[in-house]
């Protein structure tokens, strides 16, 4: 039976190995320690595994007591420590090639501007009077500021003019410690992809159109599957991810990569080398039939892929995303979670919560999940369902 080191992670990969046959070791991070992952864990060790020197001394004891078939990770911090350690030990997962030009967002602008592929102009500034040159240089078109190395569209902001642009600065450089990365703003719908890549041989599962706050903000809102698109830009978006997979050295395993559909074309926001987060794994899932997680955890073992069974047409999520209020009641949740199409609800709003901003996808309350008869149906659903979960607030002084 294959044994598989897992890096971090919620408990969703538990039963995906469970289902699988495969047994598992793995190494959690103490915030997000859950009672079934050490109860089905065959090893089990909470530490901080972004130490290099303690998730190898550990990986190395383990892998000589009971050796490994390969090491994985699904959480995006983990992506780096579990592809050193897969290299380490000499077994299946090190996709690390892919992982270093991806978790450092101004390493992928610069690998796509040497290769003339998905053009932006962006600049790396290490202070306000960097990105001030670099609005002035775009004439004053919007830019977006975001962290290298962040995720969960935490610190990230549209600065729409020069006047914006100071506040904006100090609110996305206290989201990190180092440079930040300043783009030229995309205009056109957003749309991330979900890839399964097998020795270099990348095959897109899904694509997925997004919904996302207003300006100046990019938290996520929803999402639905299949995206609705013509051939033409279809064909444009499948080739455009299909070469950037080619040149990252993706191998074997899943992608997750966000790009906007331009007016002169596709073009990629950024990409991380793990399953979409956000449920989009399941939306997936639910209408390809593409398992990500158990698909390339059969990959790096060498095992026959799961049979792909899709059980909906369409689907659609719609996240909870109350702000700057004091929730005073809530009711109707039952109610939402009989309504039509509904898969589940999830919903974390309590009497007596005082939300602040939605500073990142973290801060949201919960979500509905919807199947439909096509996307259209799927959307009503899920808005629906929504709102049928009654919320009392009062705005915050």
Request: with cysteine.
């Amino acid at each position: 039976m294959s044994h598989v080191l897992v890096v971090g992670g919620r408990s969703t990969v538990v039963g995906k190995l469970e289902k699988l046959g495969v047994r598992f070791s793995m190494v959690q991070l103490p915030e997000l320690f859950e009672e079934r992952q050490l109860r089905a864990a065959q090893r089990y060790a909470v530490l901080d595994y972004l130490d290099p020197a303690e998730l190898l001394a550990i990986s190395r004891a383990w892998h000589r007591i009971d050796p490994f078939d390969a090491v994985v990770s699904y959480t995006e911090y983990g992506l780096e420590p579990a592809s050193r350690v897969a290299a380490e030990l000499g077994v299946a997962g090190d996709n690390l090639t892919a992982v270093l030009a991806t978790r450092d967002k101004t390493r992928t602008r610069e690998l796509l501007e040497r290769n003339g592929l998905s053009p932006v102009r962006y600049r790396v500034c290490a202070g306000l009077d960097e990105a001030r040159a670099f609005l002035h240089d775009l004439g004053g078109a919007p830019i977006v500021l975001k962290p290298r190395d962040g995720g969960l569209s935490e610190g990230v902001f549209i600065v729409e003019s020069a006047a914006e642009l100071a506040q904006r600065w100090a609110m996305t450089s206290a989201t990190t410690t180092g440079p930040v990365l300043a783009e030229e703003f995309l205009r056109g719908p957003e749309f991330s992809i979900e890839t399964i890549s097998h020795n270099g041989v990348h095959e897109i599962a899904m694509i997925t159109e997004k919904l996302t706050t207003p300006a100046p903000r990019f938290v996520e809102l929803g999402h639905q599957v299949p995206a609705r698109l013509d051939p033409a830009p279809r064909h444009s978006v499948e080739g455009l991810i299909q070469e950037f997979l080619d040149l990252i050295g993706q191998t074997t395993g899943p992608a997750h990569t966000e790009i906007k559909l331009t007016p002169t074309g596709p073009k990629l926001i950024e990409s991380q080398t793990r399953i979409g987060g956000d449920q989009v794994w399941e939306l997936c899932e639910m209408v390809s039939g593409v398992d990500l997680f158990a698909e390339s955890i059969a990959l790096l073992c060498g095992l026959p892929r799961p049979p792909r069974t899709p059980v909906a047409a369409a689907a659609a999520i719609r996240f909870f995303g109350l702000e700057q209020v004091r929730v005073l009641d809530v009711a109707d949740v039952a109610v939402a979670e009989q309504a039509h199409g509904v898969v589940r609800v999830v919903c974390t709003l309590r009497a007596g919560q005082e939300l602040g901003s939605l500073a990142s996808s973290d801060s949201r309350q919960g979500y509905v999940l919807c199947t439909g008869d096509d996307v259209e149906d799927a959307v009503a659903n899920a808005e629906a369902a929504r709102d049928l979960v009654r919320v009392k607030t009062e705005a915050l002084e």
